[in-house]
């Protein structure tokens, strides 16, 4: 029975994004510290992406990017489109905190929010405040590492080419398991809904997955190539 549920496990660590990746960044230049999971690790980081959050690297940035996200019409047939859209909160409230909440909670049945149909109004909150976690600790890894040393020409073209480098491929495997379910990593495993405090745990241990170095100095170097020419 042990020996079932650990190759269950090993299964279930192994199944998930399994795409062609034809430019491997990480190759060109032996200097260049990218991970050879560079596009799964940007793909997260860059997935839900919107102008609010590349502001955070150039306040300059306009609509006009080529970051690739998920579409938030999840009725339209291209899942990704080739940009991160502009996505303003309001200003009703007091706080970007409330006014936040009050942008998701708006759109809940809406589905317009590029997160599918199976996330609660819990869920949504909780992805949307990661999301932003996130990028606040890919951007002190972008000012401690990158602005002072920042990749050369041939990386970002390289990192920009997200037809061939993976990138878009695993945005694309991202928006395909929004019709089915409500992944938090790309590693295809299994998650509850979000109900009580031991299932936040699982959830919580989920959304901590990208938040190494590693993870964090890949969508760094990415989200400064993206954000460099405003
Ligand atoms: C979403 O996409 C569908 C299908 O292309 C289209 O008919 C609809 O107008 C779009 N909705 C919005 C808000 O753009």
Redesign the pocket.
Known sequence: MAMIVLFLALLGLTSGLNINIERQCDKINPKVDLSDTFSENIAHAIHSMTVQGLRLFNPKVTEKNSVPTVNH?V???DLVVPYAPDDPIGHDFNTDVMNTIDHILSHIGLS?DGLGPYWSPIERVAHNFHMWDLWYRVHEEFESTVRDNPPKQDVCDCLMDTDHNGIRAAVQWVAEHYKSGTPITLLNRPIPKLTDAATWQVWKDRLLHYYDNNAAHDAALYLYCATKDF
């Open positions: 019409n009725s339209a047939p317009d």
